[in-house]
């Protein structure tokens, strides 16, 4: 899936305010230009770019074919409910909770069943946090177009650094391959790592591949 991509792009600047004091180089953004791509003259693109200034809900439930049934917020300690939403989808693990009268913000962690879902009071509490994800092997890139080399030793184990979200500091974790699974060890537990959310792993400055 990588194959059509080149890095790195370190040396170039995004565009020519950038790189004022700087010896001239083509842009990014004249590079695009001369290639006559098609987003070249875009603007760039913050959070959910093809959103734009919408409200999440209200974008996504035009394309749902009904709305989602509405459900209670339930503590993951006590078990009691502590308040109301309008539909699971629109929430995820460590998004917050709106329950009106709180004396502290809550926090989603998960779902008990469609319309159920689990909040637990602060935004540092134990159960925001894993220091294990399991990735499936058919989901997930190897830039290099195949395992590594210490994966497929007699251990199966390698050590690399990983980040979920764009910007996150780099996290150092052992990785092996269990029959299809990918098993990660963090040496710090991460926050709110949702289902299906990315994964990318590094050697150094070397991207190893994601999914």
Known sequence: CFHNAMFPLGELFKTNSDAVGA????????????ENLPNASKNESMGIC?????????????????????????????GEIVGQHNGSIFYT??????????????FVVGRQNIDTLLVCQGTHHPALYT?????????????????PGPLN????RMRVSCR????????????????????????????AVAPGQMLVFYIGDVCLGGG
Do not use: M
Not at 93 to 106: D, L, S, T
Not at 138 to 145: A, D, L, M, T, V
Not at 182 to 191: E, F, M, Y
């Open 131 to 147: 220091d294990e994800l399991v990735i499936d092997q058919r989901s997930f890139c190897w830039i290099g177009g195949s395992i």
């Open 23 to 34: 010896c001239y180089q083509k842009t990014v953004r004249q590079i695009a230009l001369d």
């Open 50 to 78: 093809f959103v734009g200034k919408r409200k999440f809900n209200s974008f996504i439930s035009q394309y749902l074919p009904s709305l989602p049934p509405p459900g209670n917020f339930v503590d993951v300690e006590s």
């Open 164 to 191: 979920s979200r764009h910007l996150q500091p780099l996290l150092g974790c052992e990785i092996s391959i269990e029959n299809s699974l990918i098993i990660v060890r963090l040496d710090t537990p991460l926050r």
């Open 153 to 156: 030793g007699l251990n199966r």
């Open 93 to 106: 693990i460590g998004q917050g909770a709106k329950i009106p009268g709180a004396n502290e913000k809550w």
